[in-house]
C-alpha cells in the first residue's frame, strides 16, 4: 500500500535552535519527493522537490534530504524563527501517475521565544 | 501574476443545500486538482482536471459531488445535498503544461466549508 508517513506528530522548540523532521514512504514506484510548509489556515507552500538520483536540496534554512534506497527523507531547519511555526508536509508522487500525490499527514511545528 | 485563486474561503450551508466552490488556476496552468483536508488529517486527492476534461476522478466520492473545468472561466467543485460529513478544507491546486510529476503544483488558500 503506498503510504506517507511522518515524524514527529508534533515538535516545540525554542527559537534560534534546530530541528529535523522525518518521512518515511511505502511509495512505489517513485517519482519525487516534496516537501511543503501549510500555515493554519494558509495552502500549502512549496519547500523542495526531489527527484531519484537527489540526495539534498536547500532553501534558505530549510535542507531536505533523501534516501531512496531506504525510502526515508529528512528536513531540517537551521535557527529556526517564530514564522517556522507551522505543518510541514510530505508528498510523494507515484511515478507515471500524473495525479497521484500521497501526502503525509505532516509534523506541526511551535517555535517559541 | 496572481497566484490559485479560491473562493469562497468560507462557505456555511445547511444539511441538504448545494456548495460550489470556485477555482482559478495560475496564469497559463492548465492543470488543476481538488483536494479535500479533514481537520488534523493530511490532504486527500479528489479529482485531476485539465480544460473540458476530467481526467481522474479516482478520489472524489461517488454521488452528490462533481467538477468542472470549462474552456472559460474557473474550475467548480460542486457538492449537492451537503451533509455534516461534507465540511472541511478543500484545497485547489495547479501546475502549468507538461510539468504534472515532476513540476511545481502551486496551491490556493482553500475554501472551508461547514454544514450545520
Known amino acids: 500500500k503506498n503510504q506517507v508517513e511522518q515524524s514527529p506528530q508534533s515538535l516545540i522548540i525554542l527559537e534560534g535552535k534546530n530541528c529535523t523532521l522525518q518521512?518515511?514512504?511505502?511509495?512505489?514506484?517513485?517519482?519525487?519527493l516534496r516537501w511543503y510548509k501549510q500555515d493554519t489556515g494558509r495552502g500549502p507552500v512549496s519547500l523542495t522537490i526531489m527527484t531519484f538520483s537527489e540526495n539534498t536540496k536547500s532553501n534558505g534554512r530549510y535542507t531536505a534530504t533523501l534516501d531512496a534506497d531506504t525510502k526515508q527523507s529528512s528536513l531540517h531547519i537551521t535557527a529556526s524563527q517564530l514564522s517556522d511555526s507551522a505543518s510541514y508536509i510530505c508528498v510523494v508522487t507515484i511515478a507515471y501517475n500524473t495525479d497521484k500525490l500521497i501526502f503525509g499527514t505532516g509534523t506541526r511545528l511551535q517555535v517559541f521565544p | 501574476n496572481a497566484g490559485v485563486m479560491q473562493n469562497p474561503r468560507h462557505l456555511v450551508r445547511r444539511r441538504g443545500q448545494e456548495a460550489r466552490l470556485r477555482c482559478s488556476p495560475m496564469?497559463?496552468?492548465?492543470?488543476v486538482y481538488w483536494y479535500r483536508q479533514l481537520p488534523e488529517e493530511g490532504l486527500k486527492f479528489m479529482v485531476y482536471l485539465q480544460k473540458e476534461n476530467i481526467i481522474d476522478e479516482s478520489g472524489m466520492p461517488k454521488e452528490r459531488f462533481s467538477a468542472e473545468f470549462p474552456k472559460e472561466g474557473p474550475s467548480i467543485l460542486r457538492i449537492q445535498q451537503v451533509v455534516r460529513g461534507d465540511s472541511a478544507a478543500y484545497f485547489c491546486?495547479?501546475?502549468?503544461?507538461?510539468?504534472?510529476?515532476?513540476?511545481?503544483?502551486?496551491f490556493g488558500e482553500g475554501s472551508r466549508l461547514t454544514v450545520l
Open positions: 518521512c518515511n514512504y511505502t511509495v512505489s514506484p517513485f517519482s519525487n
Open positions: 491546486a495547479s501546475s502549468a503544461d507538461g510539468d504534472r510529476n515532476t513540476g511545481e503544483l502551486f
Open positions: 496564469k497559463g496552468h492548465s492543470h
